[in-house]
C-alpha cells in the first residue's frame, strides 16, 4: 500500500516562468504573459497587453515571500498565525486551498 503524504509537509516553489513585484505597500503582483497567436493579434490589432497582471490581496501577498522553496506548509502556516492572529483562521484549511489554487494556475510549483 502507497504511503499518502500529508498536505502540510509538502514544500512549495515559485515557479520561474512568472515574474512578481511587491509595490511599497506589500501588496505582491505576479505577471502572466500573453502568448500564443490569438494573443498576439489582440496585442497588435486591439492594443490589449502583453503581460496580464494578477494582484494578490493581504493574505497572499504575505504568503508569496515565504514560498521559498525551503518552508514547508506548516511552517508558512505558522508565520501566517503569528502575523494575522485569529484573522487568518481557518488557518490550514483556507492556506491548502490557496496553494491548491497557486498551484492549479501553475504560479508554484511543488518541490521534490
Do not use: C
Not at 21 to 35: A, C, P, R, Y
Not at 49 to 75: A, C, K, M, T, Y
Amino acid at each position: 500500500m502507497k504511503k499518502q503524504s500529508n498536505f502540510l509537509d509538502l514544500v512549495f516553489d515559485k515557479n520561474e516562468k512568472y515574474r512578481s513585484e511587491t509595490d511599497s505597500q506589500g501588496g505582491v503582483t505576479i505577471f502572466v504573459e500573453n502568448k500564443g497567436f490569438f494573443n498576439t493579434i489582440m496585442q497588435k490589432f486591439f492594443k490589449k497587453p502583453r503581460f496580464s497582471q494578477v494582484h494578490l490581496e493581504e493574505f497572499g501577498s504575505f504568503i508569496w515571500p515565504l514560498i521559498d522553496g525551503e518552508r514547508n506548509v506548516q511552517q508558512i502556516g505558522i508565520k501566517v498565525k503569528e502575523h494575522f492572529g485569529d484573522k487568518a483562521e481557518p488557518l490550514y484549511p483556507r492556506l491548502v486551498q490557496y496553494l491548491k489554487m497557486l498551484s492549479g494556475y501553475s504560479f508554484v510549483i511543488l518541490k521534490k
